[in-house]
C-alpha cells in the first residue's frame, strides 16, 4: 500500500462483483484475493458486494493492503501461556481497589446527614454569623449576591511565617439556597452579609447611595441576578421613574456605568455586619428575591409546558426523578417517555437520546458488509428483474470533473471552448459545462430560461438547416423503467423543459399559441451541441461524437400535430454566433488552426487498444478450432514493415492581445508563475489549460478566487487562507513559510479596479462579477 506499483484494470463494468475484482487483480499483483484488503475512499470492499454499491467511479483508484501470514499455532498458545498469569493478577488488583474506593465514599454520606440535623441557630462564639443562619453570599466568578445558609463556621490555620499577633481569619462554610449541586463552599467574612430584608421607597433614593439591585448583563431587560450598584442619577417625570447606576461586578476595578435598572421597586438595603442582631428572633426563611429565570423560553412557569427545560418529548413539569439528561444536547426526556421507554435510570456513565446517539448497528466496520441504501433501492436497477449488464459503457460513469469557471445557470459560451470543440461521450460535454446533463436534451429552469440542448436526431419531426433549425420539444413518451427512448405515446405541454426554451425567446410568453420574435437576436442565448445520432438525418452533425456549433437564439414556438399524431411544441432556432460554424470553410481552418480533434476520457484510447489485442490474438491461439483463418499477403507485409508515426498537427500558436499583454506584466507579484504559463503558448488552447493549473488554490483545489499573493508568491483564495488563520495555522499552505498571526491578506487586485465579464452581467456568482488579478486575467485571456 506503498503506492509504487499502480496497474490499470479494464473491461470492468458497475455490477462486477469485489471477489471477481480480487482475481483481476491477483493477475497484475501476484497476490492472492484471501490476502487482499481493497479500500476505496475509507472503506473496506468486501465480497458479495458490486463496485457500484461502493460508488467506485471511472479512473478512480483501490488501495491494496497485502496481509500478513498468520504465525503457526504453536506460537499463539505460548504468547497465550505467558499473558495468563498477569492478566489474572490484574484481575485481583482492580477488586481490591473498586473495594476500597466503596468504603471511601461512605464517610461523605454520613456528614451530610449530620449537618442536616441542627436546625436550630447555634453561636460558634467568635465571628457574626451563627451556624445555620440565613445570609447573603457572594459569588467569586460573576460578583453577583445569592441566598446562602451557614453551614459551619471555623477558623483558618496560620501558617509558619504569619505573626501570632495577627487576627485568626474566620472561613464560612455556606451552600447556596438555589444551587445545591454546589455543594459546601468556604468563603472568607468579607464575601457574606446578613441576609438583605429592607426595601427601599422612591423618595428614599438619591445619587451616590451603595445599593443591591437586580440586573442582567446579557440582556438589560430581562431580570437576572443581585449586584451591589451606586446610583448615578434619579430621574422623575409624569410618566416613568427611572434610576441609573454603576454595577459592580465584583472588584472596584470591573464595573459596568450608566446602565438602567428595570426592577425599581425591589431595590434593597445592604446590611451591615452585626444589623442581623436588631432583626426579628427566629431562624425563619426571610422572604425570597426574585432572580432571573433559569428558562428564558418558559419564564419558569410551572403551569406552561416546555420542551426545554423539561421532558424533550411531553414538556410536563413532574417526575425530575425519573428524567435523564443526554450527554450531547443537554436535553432532559423521562424513562417513560422514551421509544421503547425505560424501566428504570440505566447505570451507564454516559447517556445519549435518539437523536444524539449514533447506532452502533448502522456503522458498517472493517469486515462488515455495506447496509442497503435507501436511495439505491429505489433505483430502477434495484427493481429490475433483467440479466442484462447495464454497468458496462459510458452510459452510466459520473463526471469525474465538474466546470466551476462559470455556474450552471451561465448564458452564453463557455470560456476556454471555442466553437467546434468534440467530444466522444457525453459525459464530456458535461464535465466541460457545455451542457450539463448526461441524458436530458434541454438544459435549463422553468422559471428562467434554457443554458443549452443536444440536437441528436431523436424526433422525427426535427428539420437541421445548418444555421438554423426546428427542434422538437421534450415529453410526450413512456420512458418508465429507466429507458432512454420510446415512440411518441401522449401530447406535449408547455411546461418543465419546454416553458423554459420558450423563455428564451425575446417575445411575451404564450402557452396556448406560442409566440414569434420580431428582434430574435434580443433573446437569451443557447449554446448548441450536434450528436453524431443525428447524422443519419442532417449533414451538420458530426461523423463521430459530439460537437459544439456555437450560439443559437429561438425565433419562434409553436404547437403542431407531429408525424406520430400527436401534439408536439416546435421551435425554430437561428444562429448567431461571431465564431464561425464548424462545417463552413472559415470554420474548418480555425478548427485545424486550434488543433481541435476529439477528445477521448482519460485511458479509454489505451483500454480500447489492449481489448484490440486481446481479440485479434484470440482465433490463432485457440486450439479447438477445425479451420484456421488465411493469413492475407497484406497483414504479413504489415508485421514484417514497422507502424508509420502519424504526422503531427501544427497548431497554432496561442496569441495575447496587447490588453492581456498589459494586465500579465501589471502582475509583478506573480511574474515567475506568468513567465512558466507563456511558454506553453506555442500549445494553442491548451495554454488556457495551463494557466488554470498555475493558478489553483491548493486548498479548495479551484482555480484562485480573490487572491492572497503570499511573500513566498504562492496563491491562495481569501476565504482559504482566514479558515487556516482559523485553526491557528499561521503558514503559507504550499510550502510552510511562516506567515505571522497579523498577516495582512490584501487581495492581488487590479489598481484599475474590478471588472466584469461581457455576456455575463445577469450571474449573481461573485466568482463571475467580481474578477481580481490572476483570475481576471485568465477569464479575460479565455
Known amino acids: 500500500m506503498d503506492g509504487k506499483n499502480t496497474h490499470r484494470v479494464d473491461s470492468l463494468s458497475k455490477l462486477t462483483?469485489?471477489?471477481?475484482?480480487?482475481?483481476?487483480?491477483?493477475e497484475l499483483f501476484d497476490v492472492e484475493p484471501e490476502r487482499q484488503r481493497l479500500f476505496y475512499r475509507g472503506k473496506q470492499m468486501e465480497d458479495g458486494h458490486t463496485i457500484f454499491d461502493y460508488n467506485v467511479g471511472l479512473n478512480d483508484i483501490v488501495q491494496l493492503m497485502v496481509r500478513q501470514m498468520a504465525p503457526p499455532a504453536e506460537v499463539v498458545k505460548d504468547k497465550e501461556a505467558e499473558l495468563s498469569d498477569s492478566d489474572s493478577g490484574c484481575g485481583s488488583t482492580q477488586?481490591?481497589?473498586?473495594?476500597?474506593?466503596?468504603?471511601?465514599?461512605?464517610?461523605?454520606?454520613?456528614s451530610t446527614s449530620a449537618e442536616a440535623a441542627a436546625p436550630e441557630l447555634v453561636d460558634p462564639g467568635f465571628g457574626h454569623y451563627k451556624i445555620n443562619e440565613f445570609v447573603d453570599a457572594r459569588d467569586l466568578n460573576m460578583g453577583a449576591w445569592f441566598e446562602a445558609q451557614v453551614v459551619n463556621v471555623t477558623k483558618a490555620e496560620k501558617t509558619e511565617g504569619e505573626m501570632e499577633t495577627q487576627p485568626e481569619e474566620?472561613?464560612?462554610?455556606?451552600?447556596?439556597?438555589?444551587?445545591?449541586?454546589?455543594?459546601?463552599?468556604?468563603?472568607?467574612?468579607?464575601?457574606?452579609?446578613?441576609?438583605?430584608?429592607?426595601?427601599?421607597?422612591?423618595?428614599?433614593?438619591?445619587?451616590?447611595?451603595?445599593?443591591?439591585?437586580?440586573?442582567?448583563?446579557?440582556?438589560?431587560?430581562?431580570r437576572g441576578f443581585w449586584y451591589d450598584a451606586e446610583i448615578q442619577r434619579v430621574r422623575e417625570t409624569?410618566?416613568?421613574?427611572?434610576?441609573?447606576?454603576?454595577?459592580?461586578?465584583?472588584?472596584?476595578?470591573?464595573?459596568?456605568?450608566?446602565?438602567?435598572?428595570?426592577?425599581?421597586?425591589?431595590?434593597?438595603?445592604?446590611?451591615e455586619p452585626g444589623s442581623q442582631n436588631d432583626a426579628p428572633t427566629g431562624n425563619e426563611s426571610p422572604l425570597k428575591r426574585s432572580n432571573g429565570p433559569e428558562c428564558k423560553h418558559c419564564k419558569d412557569d410551572l403551569k406552561k409546558n416546555c420542551r426545554l427545560c423539561n421532558c424533550h418529548?411531553?414538556?410536563?413539569?413532574?417526575?425530575?426523578?425519573?428524567?435523564?439528561?443526554?450527554?450531547?444536547?443537554?436535553?432532559?426526556?423521562?424513562?417513560?417517555?422514551?421509544?421503547?421507554?425505560?424501566?428504570?435510570?440505566?447505570?451507564?456513565?454516559?447517556?445519549?437520546?435518539p437523536n444524539c446517539r449514533n447506532d452502533s448497528s448502522e456503522v458498517v466496520r472493517a469486515g462488515e458488509k455495506l447496509k442497503e441504501s435507501k436511495k439505491k433501492s429505489k433505483m430502477a436497477s434495484a427493481n429490475s428483474s433483467t440479466q442484462r449488464d447495464w454497468g458496462k459503457g459510458m452510459a452510466c460513469v459520473g463526471r469525474t470533473k465538474q466546470c466551476t469557471i462559470v455556474p450552471s445557470n451561465h448564458y452564453g459560451p463557455i470560456p476556454g471552448v471555442p466553437v467546434g470543440s468534440l467530444w466522444k461521450f457525453r459525459v464530456q460535454v458535461s464535465e466541460a459545462g457545455v451542457h450539463r446533463p448526461h441524458v436530458a436534451g434541454i438544459h435549463g429552469r422553468s422559471n428562467d430560461g434554457a443554458y443549452s440542448l443536444v440536437l441528436a436526431g431523436g424526433y422525427e419531426d426535427d428539420v437541421d438547416d445548418g444555421n438554423e433549425f426546428t427542434y422538437t420539444g421534450s415529453g410526450g413518451r413512456d420512458l418508465s423503467g429507466n429507458k432512454r427512448t420510446a415512440e411518441q405515446s401522449c401530447d406535449q405541454t408547455l411546461t418543465h423543459m419546454n416553458r423554459a426554451l420558450a423563455l428564451n425567446c425575446n417575445v411575451s410568453f404564450n402557452a396556448k399559441n406560442g409566440a414569434e420574435a420580431k428582434n430574435w437576436k434580443?433573446?437569451?442565448?443557447?449554446?448548441?451541441?450536434?450528436?453524431?445520432?443525428?447524422?443519419?438525418?442532417?449533414?451538420?452533425?458530426?461523423?463521430?461524437?459530439?460537437?459544439?456549433?456555437?450560439?443559437?437564439?429561438?425565433?419562434?414556438?409553436?404547437?403542431?400535430?407531429?408525424?406520430?399524431?400527436?401534439?408536439?411544441?416546435?421551435?425554430?432556432?437561428?444562429?448567431?454566433?461571431?465564431?464561425?460554424?464548424?462545417?463552413s470553410k472559415d470554420g474548418k481552418e480555425r478548427i485545424k488552426k486550434l488543433g481541435l480533434i476529439l477528445q477521448y476520457p482519460a485511458g479509454y484510447?489505451?483500454?480500447?487498444?489492449?481489448?484490440?489485442?486481446?481479440?485479434?490474438?484470440?482465433?490463432?491461439?485457440?486450439?479447438?478450432?477445425?479451420?484456421?483463418?488465411?493469413?492475407?499477403?497484406?497483414?504479413?507485409?504489415?508485421?514484417?514493415?514497422?507502424?508509420?508515426?502519424?504526422?503531427?498537427?501544427?497548431?497554432?500558436?496561442?496569441?495575447?492581445?496587447?490588453?492581456?499583454?498589459?494586465?500579465?506584466?501589471?502582475?509583478?507579484?506573480?511574474?515567475?508563475?506568468?513567465?512558466?504559463a507563456m511558454q506553453s503558448l506555442s500549445l494553442g488552447p491548451k495554454f488556457l489549460t495551463h494557466v488554470e493549473e498555475v493558478f489553483l488554490c491548493i486548498?479548495?483545489?479551484?482555480?484562485?478566487?480573490?487572491?492572497?499573493?503570499?511573500?513566498?508568491?504562492?496563491?491562495?483564495?481569501?476565504?482559504?487562507?482566514?479558515?487556516?488563520?482559523?485553526?491557528?495555522?499561521?503558514?503559507?499552505?504550499?510550502?510552510?513559510h511562516d506567515l505571522g498571526k497579523n498577516y495582512s491578506m490584501a487581495i492581488n487586485q487590479i489598481e484599475t479596479g474590478p471588472r466584469v465579464l461581457k455576456n455575463d452581467t445577469s450571474s449573481t456568482d461573485p466568482r463571475r462579477r467580481v474578477i481580481y488579478f490572476a483570475q481576471e486575467i485568465r477569464l479575460h485571456i479565455f
Not at 470591573?254 to 446590611?271: A, G, P, Q, V
Open 522 to 583: 434580443d433573446g437569451k442565448p443557447v449554446r448548441v451541441v450536434r450528436n453524431s445520432k443525428g447524422a443519419k438525418h442532417s449533414k451538420y452533425a458530426p461523423e463521430e461524437g459530439n460537437r459544439y456549433d456555437g450560439i443559437y437564439k429561438v425565433v419562434k414556438y409553436w404547437p403542431e400535430k407531429g408525424k406520430s399524431g400527436f401534439l408536439v411544441w416546435r421551435y425554430l432556432l437561428r444562429r448567431d454566433d461571431s465564431e464561425s460554424a464548424p462545417w
Open 17 to 26: 462483483k469485489v471477489d471477481e475484482l480480487r482475481v483481476k487483480i491477483m
Open 238 to 271: 409624569r410618566t416613568i421613574r427611572e434610576i441609573y447606576a454603576k454595577i459592580r461586578l465584583g472588584n472596584a476595578e470591573d464595573s459596568l456605568n450608566d446602565c438602567r435598572i428595570m426592577f425599581i421597586t425591589e431595590i434593597y438595603k445592604i446590611e
Open 313 to 353: 418529548v411531553c414538556g410536563i413539569k413532574q417526575d425530575p426523578d425519573k428524567q435523564l439528561l443526554c450527554d450531547e444536547c443537554d436535553m432532559a426526556y423521562h424513562t417513560y417517555c422514551l421509544n421503547p421507554p425505560l424501566t428504570s435510570i440505566p447505570e451507564d456513565e454516559d447517556w445519549y437520546c
Open 605 to 676: 484510447q489505451k483500454e480500447k487498444e489492449n481489448k484490440n489485442e486481446v481479440e485479434d490474438g484470440t482465433p490463432e491461439d485457440t486450439p479447438n478450432k477445425s479451420k484456421r483463418k488465411r493469413k492475407s499477403q497484406g497483414s504479413e507485409s504489415a508485421k514484417s514493415s514497422p507502424a508509420k508515426t502519424p504526422k503531427k498537427t501544427k497548431v497554432e500558436a496561442y496569441k495575447l492581445t496587447k490588453e492581456q499583454k498589459a494586465l500579465i506584466k501589471s502582475d509583478e507579484l506573480n511574474k515567475k508563475v506568468w513567465d512558466e
Open 95 to 110: 477488586s481490591e481497589s473498586d473495594k476500597n474506593s466503596t468504603q471511601g465514599e461512605e464517610v461523605p454520606a454520613a
Open 170 to 222: 474566620i472561613i464560612y462554610h455556606v451552600k447556596y439556597e438555589d444551587y445545591p449541586e454546589n455543594g459546601v463552599v468556604k468563603m472568607a467574612a468579607k464575601e457574606i452579609r446578613p441576609r438583605a430584608r429592607t426595601v427601599y421607597q422612591w423618595h428614599q433614593l438619591e445619587p451616590g447611595m451603595i445599593v443591591m439591585v437586580n440586573y442582567n448583563p446579557d440582556d438589560p431587560k430581562e
Open 699 to 736: 486548498c479548495c483545489q479551484e482555480v484562485v478566487f480573490q487572491p492572497i499573493t503570499t511573500e513566498c508568491h504562492h496563491n491562495v483564495c481569501r476565504e482559504c487562507l482566514q479558515r487556516s488563520f482559523r485553526a491557528d495555522v499561521f503558514t503559507c499552505p504550499a510550502c510552510r
